[in-house]
């Protein structure tokens, strides 16, 4: 048993002291090693680190501080904890590095601005002062402390840990201290550190079982045959759509820790929603979560659905949104920024780091994403790799270029050969490349009571196209749609609802003409009967190809995609929102290829590693933004940066979200009584469930206001910010109002007496 005066560790989510707090730690230590026995960590010396952490709460400042009182000059506890630690003992059994993994994973176990090298006799002489107060301290895990003292400056300098002490011993900081880190969090919140995966393989067969009952053939593709023999490798694997990839994934996870992820949200939305319905089914809150900036209000939304319910046994929202932020289920559906920002090594990334070396990652359409995006991936799957992680890309289209990069980087992987429908009756698209700008008058003549999806590279032209088809064609609005980035929320959501709706599989004899900019390329499961596009590039191309004859062949005569190419002239948004350099080669290769007529998804892949290789890319902006990305990650030091700058970065954040003036005022009343409500305080007599209550209202009223918001580029608000006004909502944060003019059928469009000529240019190339 544990005896003598009560030291503290922690007041909430109820008072705990420090041995009992211990002991949580422990229980999770053992769990994780009971579920994750071949991860290679140091098990013993996490051990340590987990049973010394907090021994610096000893302290009389923080003794006082958490009974309530205020103190100054306290120090962070984890400096103190390591002057528990007998490193003379400990040299008998440890080298200097591990040693040394040992006493910075300790001190650093939380994020403090104390500069140590600064303040190290400070330090030493306040662990001195503890001796009289471990008189009184007994754990029964841990021998009677009877002497103190700071370890030596060769162990704990202000500089932490990094590459500079070697590669292998960054990696295994990495593991003691973010393993450490995850085992704290989770033991502070009396939650398990990890949830077993020990339902997926059987989920899918059962899965595969009902599939059968409807069709006695059923089974698993090549594909998905591959992805199971080969669960132990990395892989990259290109398969036309169509070929189940989700579930080709999944099976490649097997009862493993996952995470799998897709660039867009809309898509992991449905992903998400598409698991828990058909395939895991039960024991939600403890197998599968959604990971993205949005997530949570996507929860609330699912739990006041009747359609898409989202129930949860025995516990609420907040803490089902909490074990997922914490990374503690074994199956997390997600965009890479949530788990890949550790690229940037900032202060306190090592918990996603050191999860990810356990973990099986599906990274899902890799082409979708940006230069910079493209190179944290081949980054940190570097890091994930070099400590035992796995990945599997899965794409229909894959630029070769990719594989040399991620060669450089010395990962290795598979790489089998494309997985394709061979038969040539199954060839879904007809194309034909028109030397001609996109025009209302082309679109016009193709629409015969049919589904036409129109695909432009900027929203400005979208605009222009669904206005002239309106006014000029005698085509009404029920008729015509319009869908783009620069709706609010709230009307977007109605946009993909109802375009989901036309281009559902199951509507044959819908009607009507959607035009839209790239933000159907990867995010919908639509499928049009005829295509019409400007040319981005080819990748582009083939993605948008993707939402016309989605799943059938294509039997008539002439085409069903139509490729409209600027002719004499480029295309919209070339030159800024598209790689001038990658648009003309790709124009080039759709005429020296002879792209004229059906086309196989063999083909299109053998276009894609014919254009997209290293040698004709090594040119282009894109290409060099890439690699000048990797350098620039390269060159960062470690610790440099902190989580915030670090998000920041990642996200590439040059936009804004804000409200249309208009919509403001239209719905001033309803934001008002949402603000009124995110400022209602939490008060100390509310009982777990009221306070329960207000986050979930809080939650509600916040996405309420993100209904009536747009994510703009920030290159749209003026040099002087003239166009934009702040709106307060509380003392630290503010609603961006934009001078602008906004339409639930148009989108945004430019206030001409608020935007300087010079800046009517960026106008016309959001995309």
């Given at each position: 048993m544990n005896g003598g005066p009560q030291f503290i560790a922690k007041t909430y989510p109820e008072l705990e002291t420090i041995q009992s707090h211990t002991d949580r730690l422990l229980d999770n230590l053992k769990l994780l090693k009971n579920t994750y026995p071949n991860l290679n960590v140091d098990w013993d010396l996490l051990e340590l680190a987990c049973l010394f952490h907090d021994l610096g709460k000893?302290?009389?400042?923080?003794?006082?501080?958490?009974?309530?009182?205020?103190?100054?000059?306290?120090?962070?506890?984890?400096?103190?904890?390591?002057?528990?630690?007998?490193?003379?003992?400990?040299?008998?059994?440890?080298?200097?590095?591990?040693?040394?993994?040992?006493?910075?994973?300790?001190?650093?176990?939380?994020?403090?601005?104390?500069?140590?090298?600064?303040?190290?006799?400070?330090?030493?002489?306040?662990?001195?002062?503890?001796?009289?107060?471990?008189?009184?301290?007994?754990?029964?895990?841990?021998?009677?402390?009877?002497?103190?003292?700071?370890?030596?400056?060769?162990?704990?300098?202000?500089?932490?840990?990094?590459?500079?002490?070697?590669?292998?011993?960054?990696?295994?900081?990495?593991?003691?201290?973010?393993?450490?880190?995850?085992?704290?969090?989770?033991?502070?919140?009396?939650?398990?550190?990890?949830?077993?995966?020990?339902?997926?393989?059987?989920?899918?067969?059962?899965?595969?079982?009902?599939?059968?009952?409807?069709?006695?053939?059923?089974?698993?593709?090549?594909?998905?045959k591959y992805m199971i023999e080969n669960r132990d490798s990395n892989i990259v694997a290109v398969a036309q759509t169509g070929m189940g990839k989700t579930e080709a994934g999944l099976l490649w996870i097997g009862n493993n820790k996952g995470f799998f992820t897709l660039p867009l949200r809309t898509a992991l939305n449905a992903i998400y929603d598409r698991v828990r319905k058909q395939i895991v089914r039960d024991k939600i809150e403890e197998r599968v979560g959604l990971l993205h900036s949005d997530a949570f209000s996507e929860f609330i939304k699912r739990a006041d659905s009747e359609e898409?319910?989202?129930?949860?046994?025995?516990?609420?929202?907040?803490?089902?949104?909490?074990?997922?932020?914490?990374?503690?289920?074994?199956l997390t559906i997600c965009t890479i920024d949530q788990i890949f920002d550790f690229v940037y090594r900032y202060r306190g990334f090592e918990p996603k780091l050191a999860t990810l070396a356990y973990s099986k990652i599906v990274i899902d359409e890799i082409q979708m994403y940006s230069p910079d995006l493209i190179a944290y991936l081949i980054s940190g799957l570097s890091h994930i790799t070099k400590l035992g992680g796995k990945f599997a890309i899965l794409t229909a289209t894959y630029p070769p270029f990719i594989t040399d990069l991620l060669k450089k980087e010395g990962i290795e992987f598979l790489r089998p050969a494309p997985f394709l429908n061979d038969d040539e009756s199954a060839i879904r698209h007809s194309v034909q490349v028109i030397d001609e700008m996109i025009n209302a008058e082309f679109i016009a003549k193709k629409y015969h009571n049919n589904k036409v999806l129109v695909v432009c590279n900027t929203v400005k032209k979208a605009q222009e196209l669904y206005l002239e088809l309106i006014e000029n064609f005698e085509l009404s609005k029920e008729e015509v749609n319009l869908f783009h980035s620069t709706f609010i929320q709230k009307d977007r959501r109605e946009k993909e609802a109802a375009i989901i709706k036309l281009g559902g599989k199951d509507n044959k004899g819908g009607h009507g003409i959607w035009i839209c900019t790239q933000v159907v390329e990867a995010s919908l499961d639509i499928d049009f009967d005829i295509l019409i596009t400007e040319l981005s590039d080819l990748n582009g191309l083939f993605q948008r190809m993707g939402r016309?004859?989605?799943?059938?062949?294509?039997?008539?005569?002439?085409?069903?995609?139509?490729?409209?190419?600027?002719?004499?002239?480029?295309?919209?948004?070339?030159?800024?929102?598209?790689?001038?350099?990658?648009?003309?080669?790709?124009?080039?290769?759709?005429?020296?290829?002879?792209?004229?007529?059906?086309?196989?998804?063999?083909?299109?892949?053998?276009?894609?590693?014919?254009?997209?290789?290293?040698?004709?890319?090594?040119?282009?902006?894109?290409?060099?933004?890439?690699?000048?990305?990797?350098?620039y990650i390269k060159c960062l030091y470690t610790n440099e940066m902190d989580k915030g700058e670090a998000k920041r970065r990642f996200r590439n954040i040059n936009s804004i979200t804000v409200i249309p003036e208009n919509v403001f005022r239209?719905?001033?009343?309803?934001?008002?009584?949402?603000?009124?409500?995110?400022?209602?305080?939490?008060?100390?007599?509310?009982?777990?469930?009221?306070?329960?209550?207000?986050?979930?209202?809080?939650?509600?009223?916040?996405?309420?206001?993100s209904d009536f918001t747009v994510s703009i580029p920030y290159y749209l608000v003026n040099k002087n910010k003239t166009n934009l006004w702040p709106y307060q909502i509380s003392e630290y944060e503010h609603l961006n109002i934009l001078k602008c003019n906004y339409d639930s059928k148009v989108g945004i469009t430019a206030k001409t007496d608020f935007v300087e000529e010079t800046d009517l240019e960026a106008w016309d190339n959001i995309f």
């Open positions: 000893i302290n009389k400042k923080f003794q006082s501080k958490i009974n309530g009182k205020k103190v100054k000059n306290e120090i962070p506890h984890g400096f103190l904890s390591i002057g528990f630690l007998d490193i003379e003992k400990l040299r008998e059994k440890y080298s200097r590095e591990k040693i040394k993994i040992l006493v910075n994973a300790i001190a650093y176990h939380h994020e403090r601005d104390f500069p140590i090298s600064e303040y190290y006799s400070a330090v030493a002489e306040e662990i001195t002062i503890m001796v009289e107060d471990i008189k009184f301290f007994c754990y029964d895990k841990l021998p009677k402390i009877e002497k103190l003292k700071m370890p030596s400056l060769r162990y704990i300098n202000g500089n932490r840990v990094t590459e500079r002490d070697g590669e292998q011993v960054f990696y295994d900081y990495v593991l003691v201290k973010g393993l450490l880190n995850r085992i704290d969090y989770a033991s502070s919140a009396h939650e398990r550190v990890e949830w077993p995966n020990d339902f997926l393989e059987d989920a899918l067969a059962d899965m595969m079982n009902r599939w059968k009952e409807q069709n006695q053939n059923a089974s698993w593709n090549e594909l998905q898409e319910k989202l129930e949860l046994e025995e516990i609420g929202l907040s803490k089902y949104h909490n074990r997922i932020r914490q990374l503690t289920m074994p016309c004859y989605r799943n059938r062949p294509f039997d008539g005569d002439g085409y069903n995609c139509y490729v409209l190419n600027g002719g004499e002239q480029k295309c919209t948004g070339v030159g800024y929102v598209i790689d001038t350099y990658i648009f003309n080669l790709s124009k080039i290769a759709l005429k020296e290829m002879g792209v004229d007529g059906r086309i196989s998804e063999k083909r299109k892949i053998e276009m894609i590693e014919e254009v997209f290789t290293t040698d004709k890319l090594r040119d282009s902006k894109y290409y060099r933004d890439i690699v000048d990305t990797l350098d239209q719905n001033h009343e309803e934001i008002e009584q949402c603000v009124q409500i995110l400022n209602e305080k939490y008060l100390k007599s509310m009982s777990k469930d009221e306070s329960e209550q207000l986050k979930l209202g809080k939650a509600k009223a916040r996405a309420r206001i």
